[in-house]
Structures are given as structure tokens and as C-alpha cells.
């Protein structure tokens, strides 16, 4: 039954977010993976890879991830990057899994993770 429609049964609606608990856990991978890596750069590093990779993709177990880099903050002391992920599938893709993190300017390459 289709649940585009409204027509569904309880069997079917437990099989379809079963799929998409799925499909999410596999974009928390890919944002442990991207929060590791992004974080561990200078901010010299980060700034000069902004602006020629807001959005690439990135594999994983055969299948393609698109991830959105986004400079959020950007004060005298520190900037503010947001990293989001997801498989560009509708609707699930509107709500990416998301993390952000901070990088000092003047100071040690350190980044503070911003949980959510």
C-alpha cells in the first residue's frame, strides 16, 4: 500500500521508517567521520577549503553522501562551521544530520565541538 496516498497499514509504516532510522544511522557515520576531519584543521585550513568545498560528496558502504560545509560565524575571535550530511533522498533529506563546531583564529588548532 502506498503511503504517499494515505493509504497504509501499520506493517507498512513500521517497514518505511525502519528504512529511513536506517538511512539516517548511516549519515550520523559519515558526520563522525566529517566532524573528525574538519575540526582537526587550523583555521587558516578551514578558511582556504570553504570556499571550494561547501558541498561535495563523500562514500560510504557503496553509496554516495552529499555533505554541506557552512561558515555560520564569523567574529574577531573565532568562526563558527556547520557540517551537515544526508543522501539527498525526499523528504528525509530536509532534516540532514548535523553537527557544528568552533575555531579559534589566534590560538591553538584546537576546535571546541558544538553538540546539538
Given at each position: 500500500m502506498s503511503i504517499a496516498s494515505g493509504n497504509f497499514?501499520?506493517?507498512s509504516l513500521v517497514a518505511v521508517l525502519g528504512q529511513i532510522r536506517a538511512r539516517r544511522n548511516n549519515w550520523r557515520v559519515v558526520l563522525k567521520a566529517e566532524i573528525k576531519k574538519w575540526p582537526a584543521m587550523s583555521y587558516n585550513q578551514v578558511m582556504s577549503q570553504l570556499p571550494d568545498s561547501e558541498c561535495y560528496e563523500v562514500e560510504f558502504k557503496s553509496k554516495k553522501y552529499q555533505v554541506?560545509?557552512?561558515l555560520l560565524e564569523d567574529t574577531e575571535l573565532y568562526i563558527h562551521v556547520g557540517i551537515s550530511v544526508d543522501d539527498g533522498s525526499l523528504p528525509a533529506s530536509?532534516?540532514?544530520a548535523a553537527s557544528s563546531f568552533v575555531c579559534l583564529k589566534n590560538g591553538p588548532t584546537t576546535a571546541?565541538?558544538?553538540?546539538?
Open positions: 497499514d501499520e506493517k554541506e560545509v557552512e530536509l532534516w540532514p571546541i565541538l558544538v553538540q546539538k
